[in-house]
């Protein structure tokens, strides 16, 4: 059984009231709770965690391995821009993972346009709202999981 963490950085605890016209309306615990129907479906679990710090954010990365992750779906908000940290804990790890953004971090300030994470990423999906992870956990189904 394919088992995926999803992994969410600092302000995703408020999706839903957060800028809702960049981010939309729908809140973490929708996006999370249409992720596990996704993933329960296909015969695969899901964990998912949000910190508002850093360290929880590597804690739980690091802990993958041991809880043998096969798939990591990480939107780490902020610090995508500024964690070289969150880049080495995903590279310490070797867990293959999809980074994902709500909105399209190119079209916004210049410093968002720098990721520290996505050379080493299977995949970046930005930009489309909360579907990117629904996208992303598909391609991690179709990776990991066996056919249905």
Known sequence: MAHFLVVNGPNLNLLGSREP????????????????????????TLTAVQSNAEHDLINAIQGAKTAKVD??????????????????????????????HLSNVYARESFRSHSYLSALAVGVIAGLGPIVYELALEAALRRFAPAR
């Open 21 to 44: 016209t960049l981010y939309g309306t729908d809140t973490l615990a929708d996006i999370i709770t249409r992720l596990e129907h996704l993933a329960n479906s296909r015969g695969a």
């Open 71 to 100: 798939a990591i779906i990480i939107n780490a908000g902020a610090f995508t821009h500024t964690s070289i940290a969150i880049r080495d804990a995903l590279a310490a790890v070797t867990i293959p993972f999809y980074e994902v």
